[in-house]
């Protein structure tokens, strides 16, 4: 059912392909482009997380600051600034990286190096997901709810974050998975993701699912991380509120509520950027010189480029 998005391109040889589905809404939420299955349920991974939050905020969570809500919803690269904010979240609540129930993990690319340099160990701080765990288990702390066991599906704390994205979404209730951090995902459809996305950016100011929206938008690096995909995207596109998740998921919105979803079936980051490019394109935002740059990742051949990944041409 998916349909050819991304091409490898070396020496004028298509070289690979990445195959995927796609869905584009126009601001009234209705589909602008539909490739491949969209209706379907996938698993979104961490573009879950600002409807996670959304939970939280409903359940009393109360952050400090917009930094604070944004490493809520982060795929941090365990950077100084994330765990400084992780360890304040968990600070606050009279808790340890020791209560966090994601496992241990090593900051990402060059973080990681200089962690390994310094004899650091892999730790729940470093995980990725680790902002999201320091915010359930506050959530659970004012709602004197357990603080062990708010991983499994029976705790009230997921059940409430399962209440709020079937709320969000409108899907009807399926089997749930296990994502990387040992949460339990909630599957939704392309088109009810990217609907969901605009919810976020055409809510009233000051309600909860805006408040995630504007502190994700003023903090993409606590979302991401040095070059992480969502900040180069979001810094080149004002306005734009977006969030990857793990093996290929993509969503995001524009303040008016035209927005995106999309799964590459392969899961391969390489494809990301040049088809949330094309995509941002067709959405019609205004281009710049970054953008053009974000499109097309060179192919090398020793140090000289030889091709390009790109979106192929006229399917988006």
Not at 108 to 124: K, M, N, Y
Not at 286 to 315: K, M, N, Y
């Amino acid at each position: 059912m998916s349909v050819d998005l991304v091409e490898v391109v070396r020496s004028g040889f298509r070289e690979c392909v990445h195959r995927g589905s796609v869905v584009v809404l126009d601001a009234d939420g209705t589909p602008n482009l539909e490739l491949g299955e969209v209706h379907g349920p996938i698993f979104p991974r961490s573009t879950n997380k600002p409807m996670q939050a959304l939970a939280l905020l409903r359940n009393g969570f109360d952050p400090v600051d917009d930094a604070e809500l944004a490493i809520t919803t982060a795929s941090h690269f365990g950077e100084p600034d994330h765990l400084v904010l992780v360890r304040r979240l968990l600070d606050r609540f009279g808790c340890t990286p020791a209560d966090l129930a994601c496992p241990p993990d090593l900051p990402f690319a060059e973080i990681a190096r200089a962690a390994a340099l310094t004899g650091a160990g892999a730790s729940p701080l470093y995980m990725n997901c680790s902002g999201k765990h320091a915010a359930m288990l506050a959530t659970c702390a004012i709602n004197d709810w357990p603080r062990t066991g708010y991983l499994d599906l029976e705790h009230p704390l997921q059940q409430a974050v399962v209440a709020t994205i079937a709320d969000v979404t409108g899907e009807p209730e399926t089997d749930l998975g296990i994502d990387g951090c040992g949460l339990p995902i909630v599957p939704v459809s392309l088109i009810n993701l990217a609907r969901a996305f605009a919810g976020f950016t055409t809510a009233e100011p000051g309600t909860a699912p805006r408040r995630i929206a504007d502190a994700v938008r003023a903090n993409p690096r606590v979302i991401s991380g040095t070059s992480g995909p969502d900040l180069l995207v979001m810094s080149s596109t004002p306005g734009l509120f977006c969030k990857i998740g793990a093996d290929g998921v993509h969503a995001g919105a524009l303040p008016d509520g035209r927005a995106f979803a999309y799964k590459i079936d392969d899961g391969h980051d390489r494809a990301r950027m040049p088809l949330t490019l094309a995509i941002l394109r067709r959405l019609g935002v205004d281009w710049t010189d970054q953008h053009t740059e974000l499109a097309a990742t060179a192919v090398l051949g020793g140090d000289a480029r030889v091709g390009v990944i790109r979106a192929i041409p006229g399917v988006v």
